[in-house]
Structure formats: structure tokens, C-alpha cells
């Protein structure tokens, strides 16, 4: 397992869903499907072209609908509205932003994401939170993914600080080379710390 989840871009691409199956065939162990302009239906059109066998790769956000009806990885909602959502048909993960959230959630949902663990790249100004810098000790064993600013220089550095796993959005999507050589790059460094563990 690559430790490594992929936030799709927001904009919808000429090409989406066969840059989806791309990533996921690098080794990309989750891609979270987040268009937050789309409509349901749109959605709909792009997850019905992913074929079968890689849809338990992808996880959706709030659309538990979609995720039960293609059999998808999961749903992922924020911290505030997972009450709502945590029992839904399909494995259910969550955004948070501070360690006392994460002690909340981490128990009955698959995993979480928190950030902003370094200065974000898709968002110029949301700022590393030096308080998410090193997981805390209790939280070290669990399925914690460190969010926001991840490259391929800082990756194996989440890792080290306690972090489960990293999740990329704007390192994959905000430059000219392709998202794939991006993930590629990304899974190198992630991969590499897996080994030294």
C-alpha cells in the first residue's frame, strides 16, 4: 500500500476520468473525487466511465448516494458533518483540523485527513499550523493523513513526524508536467520512507 491519496483538481478535465485511471495505476492508494461545482449528475457521468475493478479505489465526497449505487471506496465529509454520515452503507473518512477532532473521529472512521500540515499550494494563504507539525503520541499507530503543502521534498518528512500517509492536491495539479509524472515523483519519496521504517 503507497500511503498516498490524491485529491482530484477542482475544474472537471478534458480527459478526468482517464487521468483518474492513471494515477490510480502508478500506485495511488485512494483518489478522492472532489469537484465541489459539479452537479450530482455530472459526477454521476464521470464515475460510471471508471470501470469496476478500480472503483474501490475511489472515494467521493458528499455524495453517499453515488458511493453506494457504484460500489465506490467510500465517502468523505468534514468534521462537522460526519455525525450525519458515519453510518453510512460505505466506509466513511473525514477531514479535521486539530488533534482533539482527530481523537473524536479516528475510532469509527476509516481514516481522516488533517491540515494545513505545511503552507498550503492550491491555497496561497493557508499557512502550515505548526501544532500538526508531529503527531502526538497517542495518535502515532493510527490511520492519520497529513494534508495540505505535501510535495515530494516533505512527503517522507510527514512520515517520520508520525503521520500515517499524505494526501496531494495542488503538488499534482498546479503545474505543467503531468499529474502522473507528479504522483510518480510523490510515490518515490513516500515509498522510500516506507522502506526505512
Known sequence: MSRLIVITDDAIRLDEVGCWLELLAAGVEKLHIRKPKASKEELECLVKEVPQEWRKKLVIHYQPELAEKYELGGLHVSFKDYTQYKN????????????EEAREVIDSCVYCFISPVFDSISK????????????????????IYALGGINSDNAGQALRNGYYGVVALGYVWNYRESAAERVKELLLAVNKENVLR
Open 88 to 99: 453510512c452503507a460505505v466506509p466513511v473518512s473525514c477531514s479535521v483540523h486539530n488533534w
Open 124 to 143: 496561497t494563504d493557508y499557512t502550515a499550523n505548526e501544532e500538526l507539525k508531529q503527531v502526538p503520541v497517542d495518535l502515532s499507530n493510527k490511520k
